[in-house]
Structure formats: structure tokens, C-alpha cells
């Protein structure tokens, strides 16, 4: 800051000439009327942004002599100033950006030891997970190698342990059932093929009983014929069951395709098994509908093996009344016909209570009665008693 205007003025407030002048400005350049040079020239300085101040002028007796007039420019305290906020605002912004790359190198820095920590933390257990898939997938020889030196280790030990006696234990036991289903296998074939050597002989004798009732003879002699030949039938029975079992197990069972006569089928059915309806004094009856055609194709063996069942069983758990054996046909359709057969019986018959556990009750029953198993649904309660 310094001085750059400035004038004398007597006790009367006249101007006199100016104590400093103009930069530029020389002093025979001095205007000869003080005073409007000076009012020219303070006015200029006003503009420029000049401060005014003004102090009179004692004498030793305290008398006012005149008035000093004088500006001050702050130019350069503007200027030192303005310097020194730019100063200020270049290391503020210095300082900033250092704190905020300071702020990123310690973020990143922590982020990089969080996560070095978190996998050190959840790698051992992302490894069990990923074994324990792999396992429940079926894969086998699955290990997990863990060095963490805590509990989780220790688990991985464990873990491994687990692994091997379960492996162990898989072997011996895919050992012993592909053992077990071999012998199985090998039983069924053997069944399976001894079929027609089995059936041959009881087929022979009961060809051969046939051949003796149909000759003449005694009331006694005629029994035990009678007799023989029901055996010998429910033995052949009970053994084309075994056998059709086997080879289901076997998988050599098939169904046939072949021209049959239903009607005759189940009139065939019917006389085998008369003998025992005679002998228990019920009545064996039959019918079959006017749109049952009169040849069909399919399996006459197995239709005639599920007839004997269901009749044969009707006949064993009735002790008095009818078999009543009615085949109909249930459904048509471009090619073929559906044959509905019912057995309806008076036996002894099966509590609803009791339908679900039919094959307990089967069981049961058969060392009393003598009788088949049947298939679970095969027997419902009707009007005139139970049917099959």
C-alpha cells in the first residue's frame, strides 16, 4: 500500500499545488489553477479505487494551519492477496488429491488383506462343498487335501476318513449283490428252461388219468381216480405258477399271439374244475355275451392260467351256493376288443375292513382253505357275494 495522491490546503480550504503528482505527468505539465487540477485529478483516483484520508495541520499554538490531503492505492495488498488465495486454493487442491489417492491406496490395500483373509477362511470349506457334490453325483476316489492348521483340517481328516470306510463299504457290499443277483439269475434261468421238463411228466399223468376215467369202474376205485386227477391238477397248477414266476424274474416270460376260441377257453376252464364244484355240492355256471366274438387272437395260455386262478379260488372259499363266471365284452376298438371276465361267488368273501392287507389275508387263509394266492384288486365285494 503506499501514497498516490496527495495536496496541501490553507486554513480557508483553497488548494495550493500537489505534494505529489500523477506518475506521467511532468511539472510543466501542472495545470495553473491548482485547485481544478486537483478535482480532476481526485476523481480519476476515486475510480481507480483510491482510499482518501485527510488531517489538519496545528501550528505550536493549536491553531489549524491547513488540511493534508493524501489517497492510498491497496493495489498491491489486492494483488498479495489474490496471490495468496491462489496459493491457498493450489495446495488445498493438492492436499485433497493426495488424501483422496491416499484414501484409494489404503481401500485397496484393506480390500486386497479382506480378501486374502475371507479365501484363507472359506477356501477349506468351498473344497468340502465341492467334494461332497461330487459324491452325492457317484463319483468315487473323491479326497480333499486341506492344510489350514485349525479345526477345519481336522475336519478334512475326518472328512477323508469317512470317505474311505464308505468306499470300502460299497465295494464289499456291490461284491456281495452282484454275487447275490447272480445266483438269483442262474436259479431263474434253471427254472425257467426246466419248464417243459416239468410240465411233460405231470402232463403225462394226468393224460394217463383221464385214459383210466374213462373206463369202467368201481365206486371206490372210481374215487381215487377222481381223486388223483384234482391233485394232479392243482400240483400242475401251482407249478405253472412257479414257473411263469421264474421266468418273469428270468425275463424270458412272453405273451403269444395266437388264433383261440374264448368261449371254448373258458368252457375248457370250467370242466377241469367242475369235479371240484360237484364234490362241494355249489353250482358252477357260465355265460358269456352274444357280442363275444367266436375267434380272437392273443395268449389262450395265460387267459386259461388267471381263469383257473380266479374260479379255483371262487370253488375253494365257497362252501355253499354258486361260482358264477360271466365274460363279456367291455370295450371295442378298430382292431381289438377288450374282454371283461367277473367270478362272482357266495363264499366266505373279505371284510372291506380287510381289503387292504389282501395279501395278509391270502396268506393266511391258504393253510386253512388249501387255496392260491390272488392279486391285490383282483377280489371286490358285489350283490350276490364276492367277485373276482
Avoid at 480390500?111 to 468351498?126: D, F, N, Q, Y
Avoid at 434261468?189 to 399223468?205: K, Q, Y
Avoid at 370253488?315 to 367270478?343: P, S, W, Y
Avoid at 393253510?367 to 384288486?377: F, K, L, Q, T
Wanted: proline share 4%; glycine share 8%; net charge positive.
Amino acid at each position: 500500500m503506499g501514497v498516490r495522491i496527495a495536496h496541501v490546503s490553507d486554513r480557508r480550504g483553497r488548494a495550493a499545488r500537489p505534494l505529489l503528482r500523477t506518475p506521467g505527468r511532468s511539472s510543466a505539465s501542472t495545470s495553473a489553477h491548482p485547485g481544478q487540477d486537483w478535482t480532476e485529478r481526485r476523481g480519476r483516483a476515486l475510480r481507480q479505487g483510491i482510499q482518501e484520508f485527510a488531517a489538519a495541520v496545528l501550528g505550536d499554538d493549536h491553531e489549524r494551519l491547513g488540511t493534508i490531503v493524501y489517497g492510498l492505492s491497496n493495489d498491491r495488498l489486492r494483488q498479495a492477496v489474490q496471490d495468496a488465495q491462489a496459493r491457498s486454493r493450489h495446495v488445498l487442491v493438492k492436499a485433497l488429491a493426495t488424501m483422496a489417492l491416499v484414501g484409494l491406496v489404503a481401500f485397496a490395500l484393506g480390500m486386497l488383506l479382506v480378501s486374502r483373509a475371507a479365501a484363507r477362511m472359506t477356501g477349506p470349506i468351498v473344497k468340502l462343498t465341492g467334494a461332497a457334490n461330487k459324491i452325492a453325483k457317484g463319483k468315487r476316489g473323491v479326497r480333499v487335501d486341506i492344510e489350514s492348521g485349525d479345526e477345519v483340517e481336522v475336519l478334512a481328516a475326518a472328512f477323508n476318513q469317512m470317505l474311505q470306510a464308505n468306499e470300502e463299504a460299497m465295494t464289499i457290499l456291490e461284491a456281495t449283490t452282484k454275487r447275490a443277483l447272480e445266483s438269483d439269475r442262474l436259479k431263474g434261468e434253471f427254472l425257467a428252461n426246466m419248464s417243459h421238463e416239468i410240465r411233460t411228466p405231470m402232463n403225462g399223468v394226468i393224460g394217463m388219468v383221464k385214459l383210466m376215467r374213462a373206463q369202467p369202474l368201481d365206486g371206490k376205485l372210481a374215487k381215487y381216480v377222481e381223486t388223483i386227477d384234482s391233485s394232479a391238477n392243482s400240483l400242475l397248477t401251482i407249478i405253472n405258477d412257479i414257473l411263469d414266476f421264474s421266468k418273469l424274474d428270468a425275463g424270458k416270460y412272453t405273451i403269444q399271439d395266437l388264433p383261440f376260441q374264448p368261449r371254448a377257453v373258458i368252457q375248457e376252464v370250467l370242466e377241469l374244475l367242475s369235479s371240484r364244484a360237484h364234490d362241494k355240492q355249489i353250482d358252477l355256471i357260465y355265460r358269456t355275451g352274444r357280442d363275444l366274438p367266436t375267434f380272437a387272437v392273443g395268449d389262450p395260455d395265460r387267459l386259461k392260467q388267471v381263469l383257473l386262478n380266479l374260479v379255483g379260488n371262487a370253488i375253494k372259499f365257497t362252501n355253499h351256493g354258486e361260482v358264477f363266471v360271466d365274460a363279456t365284452v367291455a370295450a371295442r376298438f378298430d382292431d381289438a376288443i377288450m374282454l371283461r371276465v367277473a367270478v362272482h361267488d357266495t363264499g366266505i368273501g373279505i371284510e372291506p375292513v380287510a381289503l387292504p392287507r389282501l395279501y395278509e389275508c391270502s396268506r393266511s387263509s391258504t393253510a386253512r382253505w388249501d387255496g392260491s394266492m390272488v392279486e391285490p384288486g383282483s377280489v371286490w365285494p358285489s350283490a350276490s357275494g364276492w367277485s373276482r
